[in-house]
């Protein structure tokens, strides 16, 4: 059993190529986290690196790549057109190659200055569903999201979500945060010390942009505000030397703070050592049965493991078709196009069409590791998987994908209006493949 202690992140999102005060502000704050001993995780952007570089801040990039969790937080950015900018009116294979091609850039800029990132987080709110496929090929297989921008309803524990790991933990702080320091300091304690004694057992997360601590105002918008760029572009304004100093010590004292709290305080690195490997699940039929007329469709947790509703779907399948009481799951990815407006049930399949709705479910899944597209064998996917459990149950993965009103649409960078249907039904129709990750002892 895991010892009933809260788990906290400190993520640092390194993003503000155009100010170098926030070069100075970065280093400091990577120096108190040392001396208070607290672990951080740290998400470059290859355009602040490339400017460390060009201003000769050596000594920072070296003291980056002796941090045990490094993060790549994308090329660019807030330039336009972003991430979600550029993909959403891509279909998503093309989305997909197109995320890798435009981002392996700000990923060699971090490997060759620092070192290759452990994980992904996106730049403020272009959460996009195509990273979840794509980041293996960038050599990384954790999306570190956060509760403010992910298009996943909060968490307090990891999920496999597609080919790689999803965090989409509550983020614990004041909203902006740094820019409020030190007025805010005593609240920012007092959000961590509420939430902690409320969820004694669960990961939240702290959010910090080391830029805010020497600055007025976002730098990004400033110079990237509803979609246009301003010309010429321009470092954020600046606090006064005392304000900056003033902000700087309160937040070492904001650490001081939190290192005393019941807390575990852990970096992704620690996270990694401590999931285990997503690996095959032995699942037994009349287990996996009672779990979805409880539970619904996925995630389930069964005794050997965790099954994703795309699993439990071939699970059944697989029983259905050869007989077998037990089959062995390996990771089974969604269908390639799914149509989730036709969730209403019509009427339970004949014993014929299910039957053959579980062949056709089999072969996919065995020919392509994914499962096939709607309809499958002549039936919908609500009809098809009543027929495997003589009842329509609720699909439960799609309530892990939030409303678009609760999006982050509203970002000050996007374009007046910005609306990415595209990407919030490709986050839905990757939920099929949600499962909570298994942590060691």
């Known amino acids: 059993m895991l ?11 390194v993003e503000d190529f155009l100010t170098p005060e926030s070069d100075d502000a970065l280093l400091a704050m990577m120096e108190s986290m040392r001396r208070v001993g607290l672990p951080g995780s740290y998400g470059l952007v290859g355009k602040k690196v490339s400017a460390l570089k060009s201003r000769g801040r050596f000594e920072i990039l070296a003291r980056l790549s002796e941090e045990r969790s490094i993060g790549f937080h994308s090329t660019s950015h807030s330039e336009h057109p972003t991430l979600a900018e550029a993909l959403a009116p891509l279909d998503y294979a093309t989305a997909r190659h197109h995320f890798v091609e435009r981002e392996r850039e700000g990923v060699e800029i971090v490997k060759q200055w620092v070192k290759a990132p452990q ?13 979840l496929e ?3 090929a960038l050599g990384m297989d954790l999306f570190f999201a956060d509760s403010f921008n992910s298009y996943v309803v909060d968490l307090m524990e990891p999920y496999w979500y597609g080919d790689v790991m999803h965090l989409s933990f509550p983020v614990v702080n004041p909203r902006p945060f740094g820019l409020g320091l030190p007025h ?16 004694p057992d669960g990961m939240f997360m702290i959010m910090l942009h080391p830029t805010e601590l020497v600055s007025t105002a976002f730098w990004d918008a400033v110079n990237y505000a509803q979609g246009s760029t301003r010309h010429p572009l321009t470092p954020a304004p ?11 010590e309160s937040f070492e004292t904001y650490l001081e703070e939190l290192s005393r709290l019941p807390v575990e305080w852990w970096d ?7 999931v285990m490997p997503r690996e095959p699940v032995l699942v037994l039929r009349q287990e996996l049965e009672v779990q979805l007329r409880r539970h619904g469709w996925g995630p389930l947790t069964v005794t050997r493991g965790t099954l994703s509703a795309a699993e439990a779907v071939y699970a059944l399948a697989k029983q259905e078709v050869t007989g077998a009481e037990a089959v062995t799951v390996h990771y089974v990815g969604p269908p390639d196009v799914y ?24 072969d996919g899944v065995e020919r392509t590791g994914r499962l096939p597209s709607e309809p499958v064998a002549g039936l919908t996917w609500r009809a098809g998987m009543a027929g495997l459990v003589q009842e329509p149950l609720p699909l439960r993965f799609l309530s892990f994908i939030k409303e678009p009103g609760a999006l982050h649409w509203d970002w000050p960078i996007f374009p007046k209006g910005f609306s990415p249907w595209r990407l ?7 939920a099929w493949t949600l499962k909570p990750a298994r942590l060691t002892p």
């Open 3 to 13: 010892p009933l202690s809260a788990r906290g992140f400190i993520r640092f999102d």
């Open 119 to 131: 994980y992904f987080t996106q730049p403020g709110g272009n959460w996009v569903p195509e990273a």
């Open 134 to 136: 794509a980041l293996p």
């Open 184 to 199: 805010n300091l005593d609240e920012a304690i007092r959000l961590v010390d509420d939430h902690v004694r409320r969820w």
């Open 238 to 248: 600046l606090r006064s030397a005392d304000d900056q100093r003033r902000a700087l």
């Open 268 to 274: 992704v690195a620690t996270l990694k050592e401590r």
């Open 339 to 362: 149509d989730d407006r036709a969730e209403e049930f019509d009427a339970m399949p004949s014993l014929e069409a299910t039957q053959r709705f579980a062949r056709a479910v089999v």
């Open 424 to 430: 919030w039904k490709d986050a839905r129709r990757l």
